[in-house]
């Protein structure tokens, strides 16, 4: 399990900024040398530091008694941090994602892990394309237990349609009330299988449910329609 600071890493944070933000979150308000002796950096690099931590809105500053001191912003700030950064994502996803919209060729790509199936839904809303889904049984649910709500709350928002054809399980009858402006048929459970298949506007996906999931993205027209 990655640590806290690792953690920290991971949302965008440079190594020294999620190491002196966490430590001013476990000691509180510190001075300048005291974060340099605690953290072992120096102190030039402290102040940087900190000024660009300032800059997230992730640390403040204050003099008391005319020295120079720092305090981390609550640990919820990371949410509006990370707010901000995808907001500027989506300024500039119209650009990026032209030159890989208008290629004409077949594309296709493999990813290991839960990342691709995010990379999907995540893709579904971008597009606000609808969408259809072929077997399996909203295995879905189990891998991204809290991310397939916010998706299915964006979805509804957005007004995007899907269709399931799924097998005639408890699991899936169980799960398909919770999926907003869908509709469901479901088929004889007897053949199962670990791949379900996943297609909206040009794109081919096929999800297969192991262990560890791998996503196979195929951007192709003439395949999505077939």
């Known amino acids: 399990m990655p640590s806290e600071t690792e953690v920290l890493e ?4 440079a190594a020294n900024e999620a190491k002196l933000y966490h430590l001013l979150l476990k000691v509180g ?15 030039r690099t402290v102040y940087d530091t900190c000024q660009q931590l300032e800059k997230k809105g992730l640390v403040g500053k204050a003099e008391v008694a005319g020295v120079l001191t720092f305090s981390p912003s609550p640990p919820s700030s990371l949410l509006s941090f990370l707010d901000e950064k995808r907001d500027s994502v989506e300024k500039i996803l119209p650009e990026l994602s032209k030159p890989f919209e208008a290629e004409e060729k077949a594309g296709a790509s493999v990813l290991y892990g839960t990342s691709g199936m995010k990379m999907v839904l995540e893709d579904i809303l971008r597009l606000r394309a609808d969408y259809c889904v072929y077997y399996g049984q909203l295995q879905i649910f189990d891998y991204l237990p809290k991310f397939i709500h916010i998706f ?3 979805k509804k928002r957005l007004g995007i349609k899907s269709r399931y054809l799924l097998l005639d399980v408890p699991t899936a009858r169980k799960r398909a009330p919770m999926i907003p402006l869908a509709e469901f048929k479901f088929i004889d459970p ?5 791949g379900v298949w996943w297609t909206y506007a040009d794109r081919l996906i096929l999800f297969v449910l192991q ?4 996503t196979i993205f195929i951007k192709n027209a003439d395949l999505a329609k077939t």
């Open 29 to 43: 308000r510190m001075k300048a040398n005291e974060l340099s002796v605690k953290s072992g950096l120096q102190r």
């Open 190 to 194: 007897s053949t199962l299988s670990a």
């Open 152 to 154: 299915h709350e964006k």
């Open 10 to 13: 991971e949302l965008g944070l």
């Open 211 to 214: 262990k560890e999931p791998i």
